[in-house]
């Protein structure tokens, strides 16, 4: 049984990403807290289901079909939110795709260009079509979804990921300062391993998989909820003073050194 509170009634939150792992612990977590939330992203079936779990517990929630990294879906998105909610308040940009083990010179430029795209163009889509329509709602808070690979280079998940990444950071500090005194706080978190069906695919070869793991100092990854619960923090008023920071979850992963 999942308890409800009202933090963020009369708030709408958007999730890109909502309908698989860290984007739909969030989004449900969101809705948990009295939220009206918008999920975004590609495959219907799996936003329909999401959609239905956050109105069986009780919340209120729609899916848009959507593509970050084109930007006339990124406007389609925020206009159906409008259309439907009036406003919005928060989001999270954490749609993503994962990256390719294949060093820089042997990397392939289609799959680079992809990789940016959904991974760093789509959170600067998101965010320019979402900017706007939070300073006519007076304010809002946005969180982005980079990585510890958006902190620190790694052979894994490989040059386009990381440098995807590495962007998300820096334009989320570059976008908070822009917009600190329009009543807009922008952060980004930066997880390790989470158990998703993302990490799953990244880390099936049980070998590499056991040596991955095994570098969380906690001793163990991460679960898509500790990811929420921080972004929900982040878009809390407890967090009233935080902006520009990035924020790693990642059980001491960055402390580790074998
Ligand atoms: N799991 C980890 O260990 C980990 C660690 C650090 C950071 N992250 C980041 O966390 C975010 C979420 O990943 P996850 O682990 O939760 O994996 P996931 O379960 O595979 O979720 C990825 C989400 O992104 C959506 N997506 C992918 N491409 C998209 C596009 N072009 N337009 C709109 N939505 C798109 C997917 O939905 P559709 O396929 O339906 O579009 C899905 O909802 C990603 O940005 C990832 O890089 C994950």
Same mark, same amino acid.
């Given at each position: 049984? &999942?308890?409800r509170?009202?933090?963020? /009634?009369?708030?709408?939150?958007?999730?890109?990403? %909502?309908?698989?792992g860290i984007?739909?612990?969030?989004?449900?977590?969101?809705?948990?807290?009295g939220?009206?939330?918008v999920?975004?992203?590609?495959?219907? #079936?799996e936003?329909r289901?999401? =959609?239905?779990?956050?109105?069986d517990? %009780?919340?209120?929630?729609?899916?848009?079909?959507?593509?970050?990294?084109d930007?006339?879906?990124?406007?389609?998105?925020?206009?159906?939110t409008?259309?439907?909610? %009036?406003?919005l308040?928060?989001?999270?940009? &954490?749609? %993503?795709v994962?990256?390719?083990?294949? *060093?820089?010179?042997?990397? +392939?430029?289609?799959v680079?260009?992809?990789?940016?795209?959904v991974?760093?163009?789509?959170?600067?889509?998101s965010?320019k079509?979402?900017i706007?329509a939070?300073?006519? /709602?007076?304010?809002g808070v946005i969180?982005?979804n !980079?990585?510890?690979?958006?902190? &620190?280079g !790694?052979r894994?998940?490989?040059?386009? $990921?990381?440098?995807?990444?590495?962007g =998300?950071v820096?334009?989320?500090?570059a !976008?908070?300062?822009? $917009?600190?005194d329009?009543g807009i706080?922008? &952060?980004v978190v930066c997880?390790a391993?989470?158990?998703? *069906?993302?990490?799953?695919?990244?880390f !099936?070869d *049980?070998?590499?998989?056991?040596?991955?793991?095994?570098?969380?100092?906690?001793?163990?990854?991460?679960e898509?909820e #500790?990811?929420?619960?921080?972004?929900t923090?982040?878009? +809390?008023?407890?967090?009233?003073?935080l902006?520009?920071?990035?924020?790693?979850?990642?059980g001491?992963?960055?402390?580790?050194?074998?």
């Amino acid at each position: 049984m &999942n308890s409800r509170t009202s933090r963020f /009634s009369d708030k709408v939150a958007l999730v890109t990403g %909502g309908n698989s792992g860290i984007g739909l612990a969030t989004a449900l977590a969101f809705a948990r807290e009295g939220a009206a939330v918008v999920i975004a992203a590609r495959r219907e #079936e799996e936003g329909r289901e999401a =959609v239905s779990r956050i109105a069986d517990e %009780g919340g209120e929630a729609i899916f848009v079909a959507t593509d970050v990294a084109d930007s006339r879906a990124c406007k389609n998105l925020v206009g159906r939110t409008l259309e439907r909610f %009036g406003r919005l308040d928060f989001a999270f940009n &954490n749609a %993503g795709v994962s990256g390719r083990a294949i *060093p820089a010179a042997d990397f +392939s430029e289609a799959v680079w260009d992809r990789t940016l795209a959904v991974n760093l163009s789509g959170v600067f889509l998101s965010m320019k079509h979402q900017i706007p329509a939070m300073l006519k /709602s007076g304010g809002g808070v946005i969180v982005n979804n !980079a990585s510890v690979a958006g902190l &620190n280079g !790694a052979r894994v998940p490989g040059c386009a $990921y990381v440098a995807s990444k590495h962007g =998300v950071v820096g334009l989320t500090k570059a !976008a908070a300062v822009e $917009y600190a005194d329009q009543g807009i706080r922008i &952060n980004v978190v930066c997880p390790a391993v989470i158990k998703t *069906p993302m990490a799953e695919a990244a880390f !099936a070869d *049980p070998v590499f998989r056991k040596k991955v793991y095994g570098q969380h100092a906690i001793g163990r990854v991460g679960e898509p909820e #500790e990811v929420a619960s921080v972004v929900t923090f982040l878009c +809390s008023d407890d967090a009233s003073f935080l902006t520009g920071i990035s924020v790693p979850i990642d059980g001491g992963f960055l402390l580790f050194q074998n």
